[in-house]
């Protein structure tokens, strides 16, 4: 059966709210709106105006729902030519011009040295089980692609606090269904709580 065929994942706030975003790919999880709701009511308060990484895009429904709370700019990056593809569909048909589509691996693209700056908001969201999150979010610090001023998002079907070194603070983290998220910041002295 094709039930699977035509998925849509619908944009929740701000300026494209209601918009649909094609999901080609059957391997693509898009985040769950009421997951999506939490997150952008936690960084509702610092989207504007920032430049945002997307890694293991997806549908791209992150990128762009920050887009449409007002980001200046996104970079998405998802190996998947099926997903890139829909999203530069999705993109042209609603005239999105503010994120750039990277078809490529996201682990190898953090493994380079990031010339053009960090990133205010990053997203990781890779299949679960496949990467070890600790490890991706030290390449991020490592290859400056963020700073201590990045908003980290995680998600997984594991408990953060189990994933991410001490040397990070979940500033805000909750579960649902099977799915655990929140987002992290490297530890300054001043983080301590």
């Keep these: ?48 105006g920032t430049k945002i990484l997307e ?3 997806g549908s791209g429904c992150l990128s762009v729902e920050c887009f449409s709370r007002g980001s200046s700019s996104a970079l998405y990056v998802d190996s998947s030519k099926k997903a890139c593809a829909a999203l530069k569909d999705s993109l042209t048909q609603y ?22 700056g960090c990133f205010d908001i990053i997203f990781i969201d890779p299949p ?10 030290e390449k991020l610090y490592e290859n400056n692609w963020a700073n201590d001023a990045s908003l980290i998002y995680l998600e997984s079907n594991k408990c953060l606090d189990q994933l991410v070194s001490s ?24 983080s301590e709580r």
Excluded at 7 to 31: A, F, N
Excluded at 128 to 137: D, S, T
Excluded at 169 to 187: E, R, T
């Design 1 to 48: 059966m094709s039930a699977q065929k035509n998925r849509k994942v619908r944009i929740i706030g701000g300026k494209h709210k209601g918009i649909m975003l094609s999901v080609e790919d059957e391997q693509v999880k898009p985040t769950p709106d009421r997951v999506r709701e939490t997150l952008f009511n936690w960084l509702s308060p610092n989207i504007e």
């Design 55 to 57: 890694l293991f895009g």
């Design 95 to 116: 005239k999105i011009d503010a994120i750039k589509i990277y078809c490529r691996d996201s682990i190898k693209m953090i493994q380079e040295e990031n010339t053009e």
């Design 128 to 137: 679960y089980g496949k990467f070890e999150l600790n490890e991706i979010i």
């Design 167 to 190: 040397k990070y603070q979940l500033v805000k983290d909750s579960k649902a269904g099977n799915v655990y998220y929140g987002i992290l910041k490297l530890k300054t002295p001043n």
